[in-house]
């Protein structure tokens, strides 16, 4: 018999849970490619730490740490209609209690500067520490590794 918690089993409790890491994960990158910048900042605890490095050099992109910070950060960052998406890619999540790791890479799609033309700007890896306050979740670290840039250091 499946162990249940206010009607609910615990497998279908844990897919809920990953289901609203989901989409704190797609709310962050709507925010930020459409200039929301305080629904951005809102998907981190105000602690975060927000942490950007090229994976090949160990270059520091940038780095924020707490609400502050992250506000700089997002209301420098370009917005429409010099559009951007940030593209999640196969989340691996790991859900205990009120705290989430997720694993997951990322794209980063802009258009081209002469053309207009799509191009795949960036790629790499993000690392996550999610943890859940007043019943949602936030990220309270972020680090995301680039793999491979079209930006010149």
């Known amino acids: 018999m499946v162990e249940e918690k206010d009607g609910i089993s615990k497998e279908i409790e844990h897919l809920l849970e990953e289901r609203a890491v989901l989409r704190l994960l797609h709310e962050y990158a709507h925010a930020m490619d459409y200039g929301d910048e305080a629904g951005w900042v809102d998907a981190f605890t105000p602690d975060a730490v927000f942490d950007v490095v090229e994976v090949v ?28 998406k940030h593209v999640v ?6 859900i205990e209690g ?11 799609l802009q258009r081209g500067n002469a053309d207009g033309r799509p191009l795949i700007a960036a790629f790499g890896h993000y690392r ?24 010149t250091s």
Do not use: N, Q
């Not at 050099?57 to 209301?75: M, Q, T």
């Not at 790791?101 to 990322?106: C, D, G, L």
């Not at 996550?128 to 930006?151: N, P, Q």
């Open 89 to 94: 890619v196969d989340p691996l999540i790991h």
């Open 128 to 151: 996550d520490r999610l943890v859940k306050v007043d019943g949602r979740w936030r990220i309270a670290e972020r680090f995301a590794e680039v793999e491979a840039s079209t930006a």
């Open 98 to 108: 009120d705290s989430a790791r997720v694993e997951a890479y990322w794209l980063l």
């Open 57 to 84: 050099g160990g270059r520091r992109v940038h780095r924020e740490s707490g609400r502050g910070d992250l506000a700089d950060y997002i209301r420098g960052y370009p917005k429409p209609p010099d559009f951007r």
